[in-house]
T-cell receptor
Framework: NAGVTQTPKFQVLKTGQSMTLQCAQDMNHNSMYWYRQDPGMGLRLIYY???????DKGEVPNGYNVSRLNKREFSLRLESAAPSQTSVYFCAVGDSGANVLTFGAGSRLTVL | EDQVTQSPEALRLQEGESSSLNCSYT??????LFWYRQDPGKGPEFLFTLYSAGEEKEKERLKATLTKKESFLHITAPKPEDSATYLCAATQGGSEKLVFGKGTKLTVNP
């Protein structure tokens, strides 16, 4: 079992470009999350989806959009990338109410 | 505002030198307190969940404890392979969101 798969692992963008980070799970969990991790800031929640068809904002949603395509997939889109969005992005999944999260390996994004 | 604060930010130990990491939280209606381990270049990996004051969980050289205001991760006779960043997180009842602390980077020297 792969668990939680994120693509791409690395990406370099120029300011103003757009891109989508993909996350897929094979754990049959309802909840899916996107976090960003920056030095000295810890993990901060961008968006989450408690179930298929629902999405909610987290702590730092500005500049991002998400799509819960189906139960397996949750994508994060940057419409117009900015240098402040340079970060490592983690997708996580969990059973509803349990909050024990399984994380993907991360996607390292650099915006020049 | 819900907050999770970890201390120290970094800790260096000699192999076999026991110590503790601290996680203090201000979350109303705490539902769960979580500890994760993160190795460089990888995603966090779940270690423990604690639900009520007085609860303790153990795994190998690690023991997590919980009071009404804070949690401790005790490391007994650590080995170099215990070197990692340890993250604490909390969630409140009815919420799907985890609030993470900034982590403690532990280095264990042989």
């Amino acid at each position: 079992n792969a668990g939680v798969t994120q693509t791409p692992k690395f990406q370099v963008l120029k300011t103003g470009q757009s891109m989508t980070l993909q996350c897929a799970q094979d754990m049959n969990h309802n909840s899916m999350y996107w976090y960003r991790q920056d030095p000295g800031m810890g993990l901060r929640l961008i968006y989450y989806s408690a179930s298929e068809g629902t999405t909610d904002k987290g702590e730092v949603p500005n500049g991002y959009n998400v799509s819960r395509l189906n139960k397996r997939e949750f994508s994060l889109r940057l419409e117009s990338a900015a240098p402040s969005q340079t970060s490592v992005y983690f997708c996580a999944v969990g059973d509803s109410g349990a909050n024990v999260l399984t994380f993907g390996a991360g996607s390292r994004l650099t915006v020049l | 505002e819900d907050q999770v604060t970890q201390s120290p930010e970094a800790l260096r130990l000699q192999e076999g030198e026991s110590s503790s990491l601290n996680c203090s939280y201000t979350v109303s209606g705490l539902r769960g307190l979580f500890w994760y381990r993160q190795d460089p270049g990888k995603g966090p990996e779940f270690l423990f969940t604690l639900y009520s004051a007085g609860e303790e969980k153990e795994k190998e050289r690690l023991k997590a404890t919980l009071t009404k205001k804070e949690s401790f991760l005790h490391i007994t006779a650590p080995k170099p392979e215990d070197s990692a960043t340890y993250l604490c997180a909390a969630t409140q009842g009815g919420s799907e969101k985890l609030v993470f602390g900034k982590g403690t980077k532990l280095t264990v020297n042989p």
